[in-house]
């Protein structure tokens, strides 16, 4: 079983900015739909953004304009730029992907998750 592995989580103060980083199997990255969710003690795990293999993007809509997926594909890389963060973003982050094209139709996999904690 493939491993995602995130990196990245802290702490950080209202308004402050961190970078979560997801290495990945390239022919991952390439085939599937990554994404990064986010979930808290006791509720359902909620996609944040997620991009198709074909370059498709879609942002939970009280992120958008302040978090931004992007993949560096030369260095097996999936990153997850978050500014402006509040309390409210305060979360276990987890990088998945799924919905993945032939040969790896049907398959999906998640990291461990990272703790990413705003406060004052």
């Known amino acids: 079983q493939a491993q995602l592995v995130e990196s990245g989580g802290g702490s950080v103060q209202p308004g402050g900015s961190l970078r979560l980083t997801c290495a990945a199997p390239?022919?991952?990255?390439?085939?599937?739909?990554m994404g990064w969710h986010r979930q808290a003690p006791g509720k359902q795990r909620e996609m944040v953004v997620e991009?198709?293999?074909?370059?498709?993007?879609t942002y939970l809509p009280v992120v958008k304009g302040r978090f931004t997926i992007s993949k560096d594909n030369a260095n097996n890389m999936v990153y997850l730029q978050m500014n402006a963060l509040g309390a409210g973003d305060t979360d276990v982050y987890y990088c998945?992907?799924?919905?993945?094209?032939?040969?790896?139709?049907?398959?999906?996999?998640w990291g461990q998750g990272t703790q990413v904690t705003v406060s004052s």
């Open positions: 998945g992907a799924d919905r993945c094209t032939r040969p790896l139709r049907g398959r999906s996999y």
């Open positions: 390239g022919d991952i990255i390439k085939m599937c739909t």
């Open positions: 991009e198709s293999s074909d370059g498709y993007t």
